[in-house]
């Protein structure tokens, strides 16, 4: 079993940062991947960016991958999503989530087992 709880959240200014992060208890991420969805209202849950506990190997999404940054912390059992360069549209409930199935990186939502309760991220214009 994993649990996820995730941290950071906040209210911020276009152009502006924040740092998530995602600490699990239970089993170790090593043995996981981990990503980061969002929710905007209205809109479906969103893949951002996944990390591979055991490599570190990473993969984000076009709309974030020069802005975002995803890393981990195995012996904090902590993942990190550095935000930077944050717009209005960046505004969601950001969720992390952990995946047991082992291949390819899944930005599917359904593939993810564990899921955190979610930080509301708000980027003023």
């Known amino acids: 079993q994993v649990q996820l709880v995730e941290s950071g959240g906040g209210l911020v200014q276009a152009g502006g940062s924040l740092r998530l992060s995602c600490a699990s208890s239970?089993?170790?991420?090593?043995?996981?991947?981990i990503g980061w969805f969002r929710q905007a209202p209205g809109n479906e849950r969103e893949f951002v960016a996944v990390?591979?506990?055991?490599?570190?190997?990473?993969y984000s999404a076009d709309s974030v991958k020069d802005r975002f940054t995803i890393s981990i912390n195995n012996a904090k059992n902590t993942v990190y999503l550095q935000m930077n360069s944050l717009k209005p549209e960046d505004t969601a409930v950001y969720y992390c989530?952990?995946?047991?199935?082992?291949?390819?990186?899944?930005?599917?939502?359904?593939?993810?087992?564990?899921w955190g309760q979610g930080t509301q991220v708000t980027v003023s214009s």
């Open positions: 989530a952990a995946s047991s199935v082992s291949g390819r990186f899944y930005t599917s939502r359904l593939m993810y087992q564990y």
């Open positions: 239970g089993r170790t991420f090593s043995s996981n991947d």
């Open positions: 990390i591979r506990g055991i490599s570190g190997a990473t």
